[in-house]
C-alpha cells in the first residue's frame, strides 16, 4: 500500500491519478479537507482508503503495526504551499515537523520516503539553481514558505537521512487539479480567466533593469511531467534531492502568448505595478539544473506550448475538468 499526503491537493491528486492509470489503487489518501473545494479533486479517482492528517499522523507517532505491516512507502506531498503565509510558526509545524516525523517513521522501518521540497529555496537565484546537495547551506530563500522546505532538506542532510529518501525541488507547475488554489493557482490558470473575462491578460511589471516587463523568466513545467519525474524516483529508489523542472526558462509574455494562442485569441497583454509587499520577494529568474533528475528520468516533458495548450484545450475549456 502506497500512503499519499495532500492526496487531495494539486500534485498529490495528481499522483493518485497516475498511480491508478498504472493500475494502482492500493492507495491510503491522507490529507487536510477543512472547509475548501480540493474534496473534489479525490472525485473519480480509485484508492483503498481516505485518513485525516492528524488521525494519520497519531498512528504514526505510536508507530501503528497495521501501517508498518501494509505500507510500502510514502509520497508525501502534504503541506502549506501558500508562498505569502505569514504564519510561521504553522510553516514550521506543517511543513518542517510534519515531514521529520514521517521521515523518521519511514526510515526507521525501511519504507520508501519521497517528499515535496520546492524550488522557493533557492531564493533570488544569485547562488545558482543547482540540487548538488554541496549547495545546500548557502541557499537563502526570499520568504518563509521557501525557509520552511529548505529547513528539512537541511535536517535531512545533516542527519544522514538524506541518503536513504528522496527529495523533489518542484519549480513553477501548472496544471488540472488547481483549481482549488486561489491566489496560489499558476498564471495559466489565471490569465485564462481574465482573457474570458476581460479579453486580455495583465502581467506584472519589472523593477529590474536587465528585464523588460513581462521578461522576467521561470522554468514552467506541467503537472503531469512533474509526477512522472516524482513516480520514478519513486519506483527507482534513487535517493537524494532532485530538481523537477524543464531546465528551459521563459518568459511571462512567452506563458501570455501560449494561452492566447491555446484560445484561438490575439495576444493583448497590459502591463500592471507589482505589490509592493512582494517585490523585495520576487524571484526574476527560475531555471532547474536537470542533470541529476534526467540521469533518473528519461521521459519527453511538455514544451510550454504543449503543455499549454493540453491543458487550456482539454481542461479549462472544458469546464476546469479533472484529471
Known sequence: MIVVTGASGFIGSAIVWELNLRGITDIHCVDLLQQDDKWKNLVGLKFSDYEERDAFLKRILLNDPALKEKVTGIIHMGACSATTEKNASFL???????????????????????????????????DGFSDNHASLNSLKPLNMYGYSKHLFDL????????????????????????YHKGDMRSVIHKAYGQIMETGKLRLFKSYKKEYPDGGQKRDFIYVKDAVNMTLKLYDSGSNGIYNAGTGKARTWVELGNAVFAAMGRKPEIEFIDMPETIRDKYQYFTEAKMEKMSAVYSGKTHSLEEGVGDYVKNYLMQGEKNL
Open 155 to 178: 535536517w535531512a542532510m545533516n542527519n544522514a537521512v538524506l541518503d536513504r529518501i528522496a527529495g523533489v525541488k518542484f519549480f513553477n507547475v501548472y496544471g488540472p487539479n488547481e
Open 92 to 126: 514550521v509545524e506543517n511543513n518542517y515537523k510534519f515531514t521529520q516525523v514521517l521521515a523518521k517513521w519511514a526510515v526507521k522501518n525501511s519504507k520508501r520516503f519521497v517528499y515535496a521540497s520546492s524550488a522557493a529555496t533557492y531564493g533570488d537565484g544569485s
